[in-house]
């Protein structure tokens, strides 16, 4: 509930800050003195980068990463292994599995897991792409890595149904990656050696 005593413009300031991640509103209020604080040095800079993002950054056509230029930056790369497809639910995860330098191929987020008590199925993801990149020349192995959940385990199960039928190898990451672990939250490592485990779906 917003406070009488506090402005217009920064309750704004406060409201859309408590809507990131892991900000409450007390969270979001500290934040927000802190930007004030700091305007020249944080807030501004923070402010123009926000808007550079929000008119350049966009989904990669081929793979779903975010980038200013499309194909991204993956996409392009000559060096990666255009025969493996590793699978992600989120850019997160791609950036953490980068983080391992556990994948030598290129990537496809799906853009979230399937969920029927949320409502999300497969017209909501981008798996009709990933369909189609499975089918082409010259890929050969689909890695499947997906969370350790029950929404994970959903999605892995209906893409390798789905992806049988296609002339390639689908892989999952090893059961290194703890039950109910986020990929985004482990540690290199642990990333890495479940990369290298990976066994057939």
């Not at 217009?8 to 409201?15: A, F, G, V, Y």
């Not at 969370?147 to 892989?171: C, E, F, M, N, R």
């Amino acid at each position: 509930m917003p406070a009488a005593n506090i402005g217009p413009e920064l309750q704004r300031l406060i409201d859309l800050l408590a809507k990131l991640p892991g900000l409450g509103p007390r969270s979001a209020k500290r934040a927000a003195l802190y930007l004030l604080k700091k305007r020249d040095p944080v807030m501004r800079p923070l402010a123009f980068a926000l808007g550079d993002a929000a008119d350049k950054v966009k989904a990669c056509a081929t793979c779903g990463n975010w980038d200013s230029i499309d194909p991204c930056a993956i996409c392009a790369e000559n060096a990666r292994d255009p025969a493996i497809i590793c699978v992600v639910a989120d850019v997160g995860d791609l950036w953490a599995l980068e983080r391992a330098g556990a994948n030598k191929g290129r990537y496809h987020v799906l853009g979230g897991l399937l969920s029927p008590l949320d409502g999300v199925g497969p017209n909501d993801l981008n798996i009709g792409n990933l369909i189609a990149r499975a089918a082409t020349a010259p890929v050969r192995e689909i890695v499947l890595a997906l969370p350790s959940t029950v929404d994970g385990q959903t999605t892995a199960h209906y893409l390798a149904d789905h992806l049988v039928a296609k002339d390639v190898i689908v892989t999952r990451l090893s059961q290194g990656v703890p039950v109910g672990g986020e990929l985004d939250y482990l540690d290199e490592g642990t990333l890495a050696a479940a990369m290298k485990a990976r066994r057939p779906a």
